[in-house]
């Protein structure tokens, strides 16, 4: 909770920091954001069926429970997009195409061992 705080407390300061923020910075976002919603549902159906596969992620653990899926997974939205928020224009752009490459990998594996994303 209190990384989430910190994160949320950063987000709103980030105005006074930032440059400015581009369409494409949206486009890339809402990209990234996509993705990781798509790794969150595969993340709840692992830890739905801990017979049938164990979650890869050392934070989370072998069999996370739903309550720490969900907790991870928002706190992690909030930072990406804080960071990015607060990255100069000139790393802003890597930074959310690095992590976009990243979570293709992850939604790609998942997808490969027949992780679904189910609502």
């Not at 069999?63 to 939205?77: D, K, M």
């Not at 990015?84 to 990243?102: D, N, V």
């Amino acid at each position: 909770m209190k990384t989430f705080i910190i994160a949320l407390l950063l987000l709103v300061s980030s105005s006074a920091f930032a440059d400015e923020w581009s369409t494409g910075d949206t486009y890339r976002e809402a990209t990234f954001q996509t993705l990781w919603a798509i790794d969150a549902l595969q993340t709840h159906t692992i830890a739905e069926n801990p017979d049938q596969w164990h979650e890869e992620n050392s934070y989370l653990g072998l069999h996370p429970t739903i309550g720490a899926v969900n907790r991870y997974f928002l706190v992690g939205s909030v930072l990406h997009f804080g960071v990015a928020k607060l990255l100069p224009e000139k790393y802003r752009a890597p930074f959310q195409y690095g992590t976009i490459a990243i979570e293709v990998g992850y939604v790609a594996h998942n997808y490969s061992i027949g992780v679904q994303a189910k609502f």
